[in-house]
């Protein structure tokens, strides 16, 4: 079974930084689309960021020119980098994955990311 084990939210200022973090359980190299999702309180879950095994990237208009995402395959791990938080980036935030083995998406557990206005 896949596991994605996400870490790395908490909680912070408005205009702060998190790096949030993603580390599947196989090789990150079997995962040829990875990325992530948020899901506010009474909201529907949205896409973040995606990035692929070529290192494309895609972002959701909310969040370009202030989150990074990107993949080091010697750590086997996603991350998304957050800068410039808001009060409207809070939320619970899930690591995403499609395996090329399994043909299967994958999600994380979920980490919560409170920004304090």
């Known amino acids: 079974q896949v596991r994605l084990v996400e870490s790395g939210g908490g909680l912070v200022q408005a205009g702060g930084s998190l790096r949030l973090a993603c580390a599947p359980s196989?090789?990150?190299?079997?995962?040829?689309?990875m990325g992530w999702y948020r899901q506010a309180p009474g909201k529907q879950r949205d896409m973040v960021a995606t990035?692929?095994?070529?290192?494309?990237?895609n972002y959701a208009d909310s969040v370009k020119g202030r989150f990074t995402v990107s993949r080091d395959n010697a750590k086997n791990t996603v991350y998304l980098q957050m800068n410039s938080l808001k009060a409207e980036d809070t939320a619970v935030y899930y690591c995403?994955?499609?395996?090329?083995?399994?043909?299967?998406?994958?999600w994380g557990q979920g980490t919560w990311v409170t920004v304090s206005s």
């Open positions: 995403y994955a499609i395996s090329s083995v399994t043909r299967n998406s994958y």
């Open positions: 196989r090789s990150i190299s079997t995962f040829p689309l």
């Open positions: 990035i692929t095994s070529g290192d494309t990237t």
